[in-house]
Each structure stands twice: as C-alpha cells, then as structure tokens.
C-alpha cells in the first residue's frame, strides 16, 4: 500500500484485513479493533469496540455463575470492520476497496499456514469443534490444518468482496447482516438488526501520562490502558536506570503493575458507568502515595489479576510523512466465541465474557454497553513529536509487557529489538509470578527472596505475548518485532 501511493493508515488497515485471513484463531471479520495515530497535528484515537446487545440484562444470565465464554451467548456487536471503513474516510489516501485485495487475494487462493498458526489452530480446534459452524469452516476433512498446508476459505473472500464495495456496511445493513441475523434466530441469541444498524465507532481523546521524558498515550476506559499509566507513574518514582540491580528493577515493575491492576479491575468498565474518573486514578499525588507503599526488598499481597486466554494481534505502521498508527485487533479467546455464520467466514468473537455478574460492579453485564475491554495500543511521543508505536498481544499480558518494553527503551535506552528480546515476567491469577524460560537464574532466586511466589516457564511457552514497535530514528524508523511469533519489520 505504501508503496502504491498510500499512508501509514491504508498500510495499517490492509494489514488488518488480511490478518483476518492468515491468522484466524486471533481475529477476524467478527471482532473489535482499536488505534490510536498521529495524525500530523494530534494523537487521535478510535475505538472500534461493539456493544452489547440491548436486550441483554443480569436476568439473562441469573442461572450462571460467570459469564459464557463460547457459543452465541458471549458474542456481542462487532467493530474492527467499521473501524476500518472509518479510518479510511478519516484519514486513507487510497481506495478503501484496493485496501482489501491483499486479503480477498489470500482467501480465495490461499495461504500456507505456518507453524505458530498451525499450533494454535489446533488447540482451539479440538476446544471448540462442537460451536455453530466452526468445524465446517475451520476443520476442513475434520482436522486442523498442518503447517505447511494451504488453507482457502472462499466464504470468507467472499464476504470481503462485500464489505470492500459498500464501504463495510454490508456487515451491518446487508447480505453478511441478514445472515448474522439469521444465525443468531436459530440459536435464540439476542442480537438484533437494531444492534447491528445503529453500531458507531468512536472517535475519541486518549489518555496521556509522562515517564522519563516520554508522553506515553493509552486507550480509554473500558480498555485497560490506565493499568500502563498507573504502573509508569509509580515506577516514575524508583531509579530503573542500568545503574541499579536488575532484581530490584525487576521487583518494583512487579508491585507496580499490582497495584495498577488492583485498580483498574476494580473501577474500569464503559465510561458511562464508571463510578470514579481515570484522571483520579492517575492523579500524581495518588500515584506517588502508590509508590510509597512499595517496599524494595518485599513483596506485597494485592487483588489478584485474572488471567483469560487471548487472542489478539498488533501491528504498527509509518510514514515517511510521519504518520504513525498503533493498531490492534482482537477475537478475545481463541476463535473468539466458537461461533461461525453460515456462507459468510464470519467467526464472531466473545467479547461478552468480559464483563462480570457482580450487581455492584461498574462492569457488570447490561444491554447497550461496552465490557472491560483488554485491547491496548500504545503510542509515544518526545518533544511534540511521535517517537513511537508498540503494541504486546495477550490479554492481561498486553498492560504487563508494555511497562517492561517501555522501561527497556526509557530507563535503559535500549534499541527496539532488545527491548522486545528481553525475557519478560507475567503476574499470574493468583498473583505469583511466571519467568521467560531465557530470564536470568539471579532474577528468579532474587525475586523470590523478596516473597515472590516464581515459576519458570518452559521453552516456547507463549504466555509472555508477542510484541511488535516502531521507534522513530532521525528521519527514519528502527522496527522490530517479537521472535516467538510470526511477525516481522519491513520497510519500503
């Protein structure tokens, strides 16, 4: 696309779009997406995030004890592919038609899956082989496909031709609706062709916070991005420098990203239903007074962090205007919901399961709103100026890994790469800690000296997400990308 004519922002959508093709187990037509750019005069952002049914309530679910993971009652509206029509009209250079040849192409005439792809295919093949439609779509001659093996999937090009000539509204108003519509009928889902015709995306302000000479922007609630900004600012009052122990460094990204979680899962929902305001929670003086309950040499207890599966992707593109996107896009869990439409390649994602059936909660489930939401693009800037775009797959993961790149650029000034090659560590539900199977032997005896409950992982485990990050050099870009996955930098 760069090279036909096109901007950072037709770069970022092709690629989204073919995604949908190449990687299905983590996104696809049925899911959300969210970015954020610099558009030449401001960072921007877009939520591409559906909400719930409007029929939806707490009655609904009153016979479960948490929300369902799979099958037509955890999919809620979908977003990513008007997410992509709007971003074109705001801001594309090219055809928004010529954006999704790429993917159509792959579609229709396949692709060889690859061995990442192919492992995971495969787990969540066998998981949800039962759902609507999934094994006529997913399992051709009833089995996941190798690696090393083409996969055609002409439905799903189809449904691309569609949505290419009408701008994306086909998903919402035409053929691929009415059979969304059709499908969920059979199923006695509650989407309605109300809930599909009135979906919006939401342009909108990020949130902003500094660490170390850096301006780092995040996604609003009901994302998680505050969990970013909390933790930075209350690592912000620690030397992380390359001076100081790599145990200690270690230890208090740890705490801090505790407490930010502690936060964030216990007021973060859709905004309209947020009980405090993200500029209490971010406020420096709560920050700080954060930061002096950390004890360098000791562990603290705090709320625990769920840890759901994932399935999400990230991907960063420039300009040589200067244009740069940090985008993301996501099923949630594996395959998303299970769910497959019939003739249309459409695998619906299950974003429903993210809300929570506290009565009390900010998140708890209703019609008409928006889950706590785990996608989180980052985009950074230094002196007026973008710097940078990363993004880290992996639900929880995503807040977790971020902090520690943006620590690894900021506070060690290390290249991209490096930053990403980094083992990185991951909170787990109960609160102990997971270790890269590369982490240094010191880092888990240190750790675990300070009260640290530590496990470390096996080799290839991918757990730690997968990252991607553009960082501005002069007048040109170093990027880079995380080695456990399939992703790679090219420039033009």
Sequence with gaps: MLEQGGNAVDAAIAAAAALTVVEPVMNGLGGDAQVLLWDGADVVGLNGCGKSPAAWSAQRFSQHARMPDLGWESVIV??????????????????????????????????????????????????????????????????????????????????????????????????????????????????????????????????????????????????????????????????LGPGQDAVLRAHVQIEAMKMAFSDVYAHVADAAWMRDLPSALLDPEYLRSRAGHIDPARAAAHAPCPLPRHATVYLAAADRDGMVVSFIQSNYHGFGSGVVVPGTGVSLHNRGSGFTLEADHPNSVAG???????????????????????????????????????????????????????????????????????????????????????????????????????????????GASDGSRDGSAVGT
């Design 78 to 239: 979908p977003g990513a592919v008007a997410a992509w029509a709007d971003l074109s009209a705001r801001y594309g250079r090219l055809p928004f038609d010529a954006l999704l040849v790429p993917a159509i192409r792959y579609a229709h005439d396949g692709f060889l899956v690859s061995p990442v792809i192919a492992r995971q295919w495969k787990i969540h093949a066998d998981r949800l082989k039962e759902q609507p439609g999934f094994a006529a779509a997913f399992m051709p001659g009833g089995r996941a496909p190798k690696a090393g093996e083409r996969f055609r999937f002409p439905a799903l090009g189809r449904s691309l031709e569609r949505i290419a000539a009408t701008r994306g509204r086909d998903f919402y108003e035409g053929e691929i609706a009415a059979a969304v519509l059709a499908d969920a009928v059979r199923h006695g889902a509650a989407v309605s062709a109300d809930d599909l015709a009135g979906h919006r995306s939401e342009w909108l302000s990020p949130l902003a916070g500094r660490y170390r000479g850096l301006d780092v922007y995040q996604m609003p609630p009901p994302a998680q991005g505050l969990a970013v900004l909390s933790a930075l600012g209350i690592m912000q009052h620690f030397d």
């Design 368 to 478: 008409g709103k928006k889950p706590f939401h785990t996608t989180v693009p980052a985009l950074l800037m230094r002196e007026g100026r973008p710097w940078g775009a990363l993004g880290v797959v992996g639900a929880d993961m995503q807040p977790q890994g971020q902090v520690q790149i943006i620590s690894a650029l900021a506070d060690l000034d290390s290249n991209p790469q490096a930053a990403l090659d980094m083992p990185r560590w991951r909170i787990d539900q109960e609160g102990g800690i997971r270790l890269e199977a590369a982490a240094a032997s010191q880092i888990g005896e240190g750790l675990m000296a300070r009260g640290h409950r530590v496990v470390r992982m096996p080799p290839g485990n991918i757990d730690f997400g997968g990252a991607q990050c553009i960082i501005r050099v002069g007048d040109g870009y170093a």
